[in-house]
């Protein structure tokens, strides 16, 4: 079975200053690894998704996020963040090979841009 | 087009009571999916159903059952409403059935609470 932990439930930050939003994953095979983002009262959206190739993956809203194999994590990053950004995170994997597109997500990291 | 839509938005029940959480996608979906959010727990998959006529539990499917109705319509039904049960429901669906990934899109979820 796999699991994710997201190591900050909470992360404040001011306006345009840098932001990183750590994950990490273990799993027994291979995963493709993925960022949601949640606005308060919305449904999840896809911000960035690590099937293969790059480590380095671009997202929407300018977030980028890096497959590092050996620790296990995938953090999420963004150089300078808008209030706008304010709202909830989530990572979760995917095992390759997986019938049902199956999903394990961490418990998310609320992140609060303040002015 | 709507894309994942739910229904009802919020509801209240006591103890004992039953309802059912009706899920609906207008993209053509094949593979429809559950999921309950809980805080610091992220999003647990309950049941998802492949494709018309078939569904199989997730993570978290004690205490629901589901229905497939069409390929449009996936309900989530609670027999006998536990305060355990209090969460926020999510549908999803994506268009494939088989291992290779395909993005799930979100429905922006109903708020239930069990008194």
């Known amino acids: 079975a796999q699991s994710v932990t997201q190591l900050d439930s909470q992360v404040p930050v001011f306006e345009e200053a840098p932001v990183e939003l750590r994950c990490n994953y273990s799993?027994?095979?291979?995963?493709?690894l993925f960022w949601y983002v949640q606005y308060p009262n919305q449904g999840l959206q896809l911000l960035l998704k690590?099937?293969?190739?790059?480590?380095l993956v671009k997202g929407i809203n300018g977030f980028e996020a890096e497959f590092n194999k050996s620790q296990t994590s995938f953090h999420l990053r963004k150089p300078s963040v808008h209030i706008s950004d304010t709202a909830e995170y989530f990572c979760a994997v995917m095992t390759l090979g997986n019938a049902g597109n199956m999903l394990t997500f961490g418990g998310g990291t609320r992140l609060m841009v303040k002015p | 087009n709507a894309g994942v839509t739910q229904t009802p938005k919020f509801q209240v029940l006591k103890t004992g009571q039953s309802m059912t959480l009706q899920c609906a996608q207008d993209m053509n979906h094949n593979s429809m999916y559950w999921y309950r959010q809980d805080p610091g727990m992220g999003l647990r998959l309950i049941y998802y159903s492949a494709s018309e006529g078939t569904t199989d539990k997730g993570e978290v499917p004690n205490g629901y059952n589901v229905s497939r109705l069409n390929k449009r319509e996936f309900s989530l039904r609670l027999e006998s409403a536990a305060p355990s049960q209090t969460s926020v429901y999510f549908c999803?669906?994506?268009?494939?059935?088989?291992?290779?990934?395909?993005?799930?899109?979100f429905g922006p979820g109903t708020r239930l609470t069990v008194l």
């Open positions: 799993s027994s095979v291979s995963v493709y």
């Open positions: 999803a669906s994506r268009m494939g059935t088989g291992t290779s990934y395909n993005e799930q899109f």
């Open positions: 690590y099937l293969s190739g790059s480590t």
